[in-house]
């Protein structure tokens, strides 16, 4: 598996597996050692999917070595303070039957009772602090953020003390967010696509479906091709192990630059939400 390499040295799978609304049991479970067996080294879950504990099992009965894989969860809106950070991160950790996870970050940046007066900001500092902790205890190798814009950033920096390693959010064909990634990527943060496949919602798009017959691929590898020429780090969900093992053929061809201009241009899916602007 081709990797990215995070600005302290993390070396990241190119492409992750997602777990979002793969339900804790069965579901989950038989999904995630479906991704290990096809050759998925790098597994996106998170506090509030409520799968931890499955993600965990599917990884320790695969076998396969603790430090072959990379491992990301996420620390949900209900977590306000360095303590409670702090203390979800050991349940993490119990659920997941680890010693420590590849990377952690905050899921969202203002969740919806701290949006009054940027109460938020104190929140994030908190955690972050918190987060800071344990990378420098060992327990996660690298930390980060997700749905952040520019602003909620920028508030950040100002009590951090190490900058976010990545930032996580919604990039697929023709919802691509070119000013904002490049703020990103000017300080050398990492662009994890989350819902490449917009969630679905992209497999009858015209435009993506015209490049798809042009290089004979399937609609989501043309997809998961795209962020990957873009430098982002992919991770699309699937339950279906046909699809998992197809998604994950995406190394073996190339989009030409006239097919990407036609996957930024075309129509989205489902956009980037503005995090002020959600219920939660
Ligand atoms: N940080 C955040 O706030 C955030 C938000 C959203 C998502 N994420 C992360 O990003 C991951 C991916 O995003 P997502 O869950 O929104 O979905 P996605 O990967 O964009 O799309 C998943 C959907 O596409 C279908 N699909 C996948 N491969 C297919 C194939 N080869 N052929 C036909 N259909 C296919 C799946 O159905 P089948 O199961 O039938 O294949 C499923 O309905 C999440 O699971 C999560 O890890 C993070």
Do not use: C
């Amino acid at each position: 598996m081709e990797t990215y390499q995070l600005v302290n040295g993390v070396k990241i799978p190119k492409l992750g597996f997602g777990t979002w609304k793969l339900e804790e049991g069965d579901e989950a479970y038989n999904s995630v050692r479906a991704a290990l067996d096809a050759g998925y080294t790098h597994i996106d879950t998170a506090q509030v999917y409520g799968n931890e504990p499955s993600v965990g099992r599917a990884i320790q009965d695969s076998g396969i070595a603790r430090e072959d894989l990379f491992v990301t969860t996420k620390v949900w809106n209900d977590k306000e303070t360095y303590q409670a950070t702090l203390d979800s991160m050991e349940e993490s950790l119990e659920k997941l039957q680890m010693d420590y996870v590849d990377l952690v970050l905050i899921h969202w940046p203002n969740p919806l009772p701290l949006r009054e007066d940027r109460q938020w900001v104190k929140r994030n500092a908190e955690v972050w602090k918190a987060l800071e902790e344990l990378y420098k205890e060992g327990k996660v190798k690298a930390i980060g953020v997700s749905n952040f814009m520019e602003r909620h950033f920028d508030a950040l920096l100002e009590t951090a003390t190490i900058t976010p390693m990545v930032n996580q959010i919604l990039l697929a064909p023709g919802a691509d967010l070119p000013e904002l990634v490049k703020y990103y990527m000017d300080q050398d943060v990492l662009i994890q696509a989350y819902s490449p496949l917009g969630s679905g919602e992209m497999l009858d798009k015209e435009e993506i479906q015209a490049v798809a017959q042009d290089v004979d691929r399937t609609v989501p590898q043309v997809a998961i091709r795209w962020s990957l020429e873009h430098d982002y780090n992919p991770l699309p969900r699937s339950r279906n192990k046909d699809h998992i093992v197809s998604n994950f053929q995406v190394f073996d061809f190339e989009l030409s630059q006239s097919q990407m201009e036609r996957l930024d241009a075309m129509e989205p899916a489902k956009e980037q939400p503005d995090p002020d602007h959600r219920p939660f």
